[in-house]
């Protein structure tokens, strides 16, 4: 009998070892971070900012990628039953992306927001800890869509987009445009968000009226900066790495 010898294919590690010790697995510490940046409410008056803001912050390999979505172009007029909105009252308008390439200066613009009145912006950041492959899963969710878009600005730190959907309060918006582009990384964020759902701690009255006039229906997912921040503060779902705050200094 012919007996036939069969190889055996054997892969090998870069882990270390030594006579004394067996093989020993080193885990991969991941090096990236995802941060989401709530933005608080700020001015009064006229110059009054009553939702806040929502944005991505992106850290890899020693840049930063700020994704900063919001209604900075055009606005268009929106029918809520026999009320219309139009200019700065108008739910809708272009989507406006801008991509900053320093947090430093993004949070800078932020902290100036609402300096002529006595209610500032603050900014809260909650920290993730990513691989480079799932901040890259960021990266080329917000690729996609610039690459349907038309170019907008280009300042000192970041330029600027028209995407090919409009901006709507409802969504798209900042807030869930940045959840859809962080669940590319963390699938679970906001598993348990639709607890944390409350518009009326949010809504003016006039906002709570022309929306009962409408066609539309109340979310049940998030799409207003402070609830996120209330599911943030809590996260029942993901753990936060890095907590911080920003607001301007007096």
């Not at 870069?14 to 020993?24: E, G, H, R």
């Not at 039953?81 to 108008?90: D, F, M, Q, R």
């Not at 900066?225 to 753990?239: C, F, H, I, R």
């Amino acid at each position: 009998m012919i007996k036939k010898r069969i190889n055996v294919a054997t892969t090998t590690s870069n882990t270390t070892k030594n006579s004394n010790s067996p093989t020993q697995q080193v885990p991969l510490k991941p090096e990236a971070e995802l941060h989401l940046l709530v933005g608080s409410a700020y001015g009064e008056g006229d110059t009054e900012s009553p939702y806040g803001h929502t944005a991505v912050y992106i850290k890899l390999k020693g840049k930063d990628y700020i994704y900063d979505f919001g209604r900075y172009g055009k606005t268009k007029p929106e029918t809520f039953g026999l009320i219309t909105l139009t200019g700065a009252s108008s739910p809708r308008g272009e989507g406006i992306l801008r991509v900053w390439d320093s947090f430093q200066a993004y949070i800078e613009d932020e902290n100036r927001q609402g300096l002529a009145s006595s209610r500032l912006r603050t900014t809260h950041a909650y920290g993730y800890k990513v691989f480079d492959s799932q901040a890259s899963l960021v990266l080329n969710f917000y690729n996609d869509l610039i690459k349907t878009a038309k170019p907008h600005q280009e300042r000192a730190h970041f330029k600027s987009y028209i995407l090919a959907q409009d901006y709507f309060a409802l969504a798209p918006n900042c807030t869930t445009q940045s959840l859809e582009a962080t669940k590319k990384a963390i699938p679970s964020m906001t598993k348990s968000g639709f607890r944390f759902v409350n518009a009326d701690k949010v809504l003016p009255t006039s906002a709570k009226l022309a929306f009962k006039a409408s066609k539309y229906e109340m979310p049940k997912y998030l799409f207003l900066p402070e609830n996120l921040n209330d599911y943030l503060m809590a996260s029942p779902d993901v753990k936060v790495d890095m907590r911080n705050t920003h607001r301007h200094q007096k």
